[in-house]
């Protein structure tokens, strides 16, 4: 069975920095790209970025591009998102997904935003 | 970027009544090399995280109940449930992974009338 647990989610002020890491089982996470999708309270799905099996390529949506950084290491099966400069509208959910297309999800860390 | 575009917001359908939910993308989502599209659908329920009901538009996801149905092609979709069920109230999404950046709808709520 695929699992996938996030952490590091909390409460950060505006310009902070957080890493959130996802630890994966049940699969062959070298063999999988990985996700970061979010959700504003109360709002729809956003995908955030996601990585190639090999880490060697890595998307962003452009509003995160610069700000935040998604990797992995196939040795822990995790992967990460470090987080800086962050904004108030950053408040969100935060999933992790296996694949290319998100397939299986995690329970999502809460990053809340404020000052 | 692909926008995906939703409709409606929301509906309210009577148990056992069919519910049909519209998709629409701003450029085709149909790949030429494979001939597949890059369509998926998503259900989530309130307080859990979003379950992958059906990917390439029409093929549904394992363990998904055979009274969702996907279709369509190129720019428009459709997700269909035949026949409401209780356990069925929930906000879907359409999502496309066609092209980065990857981009979901607003979003169908769908409640029981």
């Known amino acids: 069975e695929v699992q996938l647990v996030e952490s590091g989610g909390g409460l950060v002020q505006p310009g902070g920095s957080l890493r959130l890491s996802c630890a994966a089982s049940?699969?062959?996470?070298?063999?999988?790209?990985m996700t970061w999708v979010r959700q504003a309270p109360g709002k729809g799905l956003e995908w955030v970025a996601n990585?190639?099996?090999?880490?060697?390529?890595?998307y962003y949506v452009d509003s995160v591009r610069g700000r935040f950084t998604i990797s992995r290491d196939n040795a822990k099966n995790s992967l990460y998102l470090q987080m800086n400069s962050l904004r108030v509208d950053d408040t969100a959910v935060y999933y992790c997904?296996?694949?290319?297309?998100?397939?299986?999800w995690g329970q999502g860390t809460l990053v809340t935003v404020s000052s | 970027d692909i926008v995906m575009t939703q409709s409606p917001d929301s509906l309210a359908v009577s148990l056992g009544e069919r519910a049909t939910i519209n998709c629409k993308s701003s450029?085709?989502?149909?790949?030429?090399?494979?001939?597949?599209?890059?369509l998926a659908w998503y259900q989530q329920k309130p307080g859990q995280s979003p379950k992958l009901l059906m990917y390439?538009?029409?093929t549904r996801e394992s363990g998904v109940p055979d009274r969702f149905s996907g279709s369509g092609s190129g720019t428009d979709f459709t997700l269909t449930i035949s026949s409401l069920q209780a356990d069925d109230v929930a906000v879907y999404y359409c999502?496309?992974?066609?092209?980065?950046?990857?981009?979901f709808g607003g979003g169908t709520k769908v409640e029981i009338k």
């Open positions: 450029q085709s989502v149909l790949s030429s090399s494979d001939n597949k599209n890059y």
């Open positions: 049940g699969f062959t996470f070298s063999d999988s790209w």
């Open positions: 997904a296996d694949g290319f297309l998100s397939i299986n």
């Open positions: 390439w538009a029409s």
């Open positions: 999502h496309h992974f066609h092209s980065v950046p990857l981009t």
């Open positions: 990585i190639k099996k090999d880490g060697n390529e890595k």
